[in-house]
């Protein structure tokens, strides 16, 4: 089985600056694929970013970026330009369903 | 349009009875899984299933039984034998292998009284 950890329980940061949410991993498999969801307030989980572990290159979705670093097993999510809509719990399951205990991220106008 | 639903969004039952949460999607996912969430932390897997007529239990399946009888629905129910039901429930779907992102409903809310 795989398991995740998130090392921030809580975290905030001023609208429009960049904050890096981190995530660890443990897995025994050589291929698999990593995930950011988010979990704003309506508690409707939406899939944020996706990171395949055979490419070197890291995932960019518009202001969400990931810095996967596969030998540590680390995989963080940097928000540029943070919103208010940004206001949510960020999880980080690796493929085999464990999502962990999450990040709370506020956003602060 | 294609998405998951669970209904209903709130759900009230006395201490003692058995309740059955809905979930069907129309995505033409093979996957389907079940979570539930407590005030503050993060999801915790109860069951899934990769086919029809099959179904595996997660981290937390004691006190809750599925079924997976057609491709778009897989029902939950809280048995009594649940020690603490009243949580959010949450199920997704995905396609194929675990590889692909899942796609969730809207979540149910169990509330025992």
């Known amino acids: 089985a795989q398991t995740v950890t998130q090392s921030q329980p809580e975290m905030s940061v001023q609208e429009a600056e960049t904050v890096t949410l981190s995530c660890t991993y443990d897995?025994?498999?050589?291929?698999?694929?990593l995930f950011w969801y988010k979990q704003p307030p309506s508690r409707q989980m939406i899939l944020v970013i996706r990171q395949e572990a055979y490419k070197q290159q890291n995932a960019t979705e518009n202001r969400f970026s990931v810095n996967f670093q596969k030998a540590a097993k680390s995989f963080s999510l940097k928000i540029s330009d943070s919103q208010l809509g940004d206001t949510a719990m960020y999880f980080c399951p690796p493929n085999d369903m464990r999502f962990g205990a999450g990040t709370r991220l506020t956003v602060k106008p | 349009d294609g998405g998951i639903t669970q209904s209903p969004k709130y759900l009230f039952r006395k201490e003692g009875q058995n309740v059955t949460l809905s979930c069907e999607q129309n995505?033409?996912?093979?996957?389907m899984y079940w979570y539930r969430q407590d005030p503050g932390q993060g999801l915790r897997l109860i069951y899934y299933?990769?086919?029809?007529?099959?179904?595996q239990k997660g981290d937390i399946a004691e006190g809750y039984s599925v079924s997976r009888e057609k491709k778009e629905s897989f029902p939950l129910t809280v048995t009594s034998a649940q020690k603490n039901p009243t949580a959010f429930y949450l199920c997704a779907s995905a396609s194929g292998n675990s590889y692909n992102e899942q796609f969730f409903g809207p979540g149910t809310r169990l509330t025992v009284l």
């Open positions: 995505l033409n996912h093979d996957a």
């Open positions: 299933s990769q086919i029809v007529n099959d179904f």
């Open positions: 897995t025994s498999e050589n291929n698999y694929y």
